[in-house]
């Protein structure tokens, strides 16, 4: 009889809909994102001490592998290949500088042939990059000691910014000295006279479908207009919905309306119920549920085309893939020409501070175009798990 009397008041109880969105709010936050986002890095529900030590395995391995095939790349490539297309007369469409130097860590992982072989690949394939301009930036002060540049020239022409007599530069110059490597290579981009010009650091490694998706935001989305630059990567960790990117705060809400939507109709479909206080519930689970599981796998879902990319206002860190117009380039050799680098105001928070003192525009392709495969930084000198 007690039995009896009890399963009506527990479907009583069940009924409730505060009930029935607790219950909801601990399936998906407590048991289902935790399941599907305990090996995902960039995930609240990430375990580091199960998974950090598989994905660096993982990547590092991955490196290693992409940087043998690069190799082999290189050494198997006939003369003639390389560098560009169309007539050398023509004023290209784009030309691409990499900016290289001799690591002195990590030089087992190639990265300079890794990031060289993608683009040279990539590059032929794209009709769009009609007469491209493809070249290495040795900014190396014994350029004859970067013998993946030498391997690879027969593909990509080197533009050397030092003799081999060249002297270093001082320890406390390296922020100043980085600056000034990257305007050398970026004016030495401009002398090609192109449309555009993309900068690339040497562990900046592209994605598929990295020209697709500038040819849609150079001549489509960004027509007529002239920004400072358009920067193609940002730091994974950064990409989050609490950062204080306001179009991104707008981005959120927009996904906590849909989702409130969808589940407020499927709430009312399994028991016809429905009010605007389980809707703004719903919808904050949407929005809590997408931060907690990490906002840069939902932007996986926009590589499905061009079209769908993020073209959002630019924020400030990292330089590893930036696009310039020429008048663009023209700007930022004269900007950063004026500023002095030193530790803790490096060329990109230069270029940054630059861009709200003259009042520009720039933007930021979200998801990424490039990955940073890099582990060791020649600037800062240590070495990161790739896994983070």
Request: some cysteine.
């Amino acid at each position: 009889m007690a039995t009896g009397m009890s399963l009506p008041r527990l479907a009583h109880s069940l009924s409730r809909p505060w009930l029935q969105l607790f219950i909801l709010y601990l399936l998906v936050l407590g048991v289902a994102l935790p399941l599907i986002g305990q090996g995902r890095r960039h995930s609240y529900y990430f375990r580091r001490s199960t998974y950090l030590r598989q994905l660096t395995d993982e990547a590092l391995m991955q490196s290693l592998e992409r940087a043998e095939e690069a190799e082999r790349y290189f050494q198997n490539a006939e003369v003639g290949e390389g560098g560009g297309s169309g007539k050398e007369e023509d004023p290209p469409q784009l030309a691409v500088a990499i900016v290289t130097t001799v690591r002195s860590q990590g030089t087992e992982y190639r990265y300079y042939l890794q990031v060289a072989s993608a683009f040279h690949r990539l590059l032929r394939e794209c009709k769009w990059c009609r007469s491209y301009r493809l070249f290495a930036c040795n900014v190396h002060h014994h350029p004859k000691e970067h013998w993946q540049v030498e391997m690879a020239s027969r593909l990509v022409p080197v533009i050397q910014r030092f003799r081999e007599e060249g002297q270093e530069v001082p320890e406390s110059d390296r922020f100043e000295k980085e600056k000034a490597d990257y305007l050398f290579c970026l004016g030495q981009g401009l002398e090609f006279q192109p449309k555009f010009i993309l900068m690339l650091e040497d562990d900046a490694l592209p994605s598929s479908d990295f020209f697709p998706v500038l040819q849609d935001i150079l001549e489509r989305r960004l027509k007529g207009q002239d920004p400072l630059y358009v920067k193609l990567y940002h730091p994974e960790r950064l990409q989050g919905y609490l950062h204080p990117e306001p179009a991104r705060i707008l981005e959120w809400v927009g996904l906590g309306a849909l989702g409130g939507c969808l589940l407020s109709c499927l709430h009312y479909l399994t028991t016809g119920q429905h009010s605007l206080t389980s809707f703004c519930a719903l919808a904050a689970l949407s929005m809590l549920g997408a931060e907690m599981y990490g906002r840069v796998y939902l932007l996986e879902v926009r590589r499905a085309s061009p079209q769908l990319y993020i073209l959002a206002p630019a924020s400030e860190c990292c330089t590893p893939a930036m696009v310039y117009t020429a008048e663009g380039t023209q700007r930022v050799l004269r900007y950063l020409g004026q500023q002095k680098c030193r530790q803790g105001y490096a060329k990109d928070t230069a270029l940054y501070q630059a861009l709200r003192q003259e009042r520009e525009t720039a933007y930021v392709v979200e998801p990424n175009l490039v990955s940073h495969i890099g582990l060791y930084s020649t600037l800062r000198g240590w070495v990161g798990q790739p896994s983070l």
